[in-house]
Nanobody
Framework: QVQLVESGGGLVQAGGSLRLSCAAS????????MGWFRQAPGKERKFVAR????????DYADSVKGRFTISRDNAKHTVYLQMNSLKPEDTAVYYC????????????WGQGTQVTVSS
């Protein structure tokens, strides 16, 4: 099993920045990659960004490209999501996830952290 704990959410004004963290524990050696998703009220959960654990290869949703950066610290088993130039439409609960497979089927999820961007 892998446990994921997110932190770093909060309230920020439009144009501001936040950095989310996701600490993994347990059988972290089994992780192939980690990702961030978000879910706005009344909407489905959507992909935001992902990163492979070893090579650090990244991928982003079009809506966040150029504004968000995903990174990882292997020694700390932690993944970060640096969010800049935040917009009100970025308001959502952000979830961290982890996969053991190259097919990116996510096996583990965090509890979520709220990000609210005011206009």
């Amino acid at each position: 099993q892998v446990q994921l704990v997110e932190s770093g959410g909060g309230l920020v004004q439009a144009g501001g920045s936040l950095r989310l963290s996701c600490a993994a524990s347990g059988r972290t050696f089994s992780i192939y990659g980690m990702g961030w998703f978000r879910q706005a009220p009344g909407k489905e959960r959507k992909f935001v960004a992902r990163i492979t654990w070893s090579g650090g290869s990244t991928d982003y949703a079009d809506s966040v490209k150029g504004r968000f950066t995903i990174s990882r610290d292997n020694a700390k088993h932690t993944v970060y999501l640096q969010m800049n130039s935040l917009k009100p439409e970025d308001t959502a609960v952000y979830y961290c996830s982890a996969t053991r497979s190259t097919g990116w089927e996510y096996d583990y999820w965090g509890q979520g952290t709220q990000v609210t961007v005011s206009s």
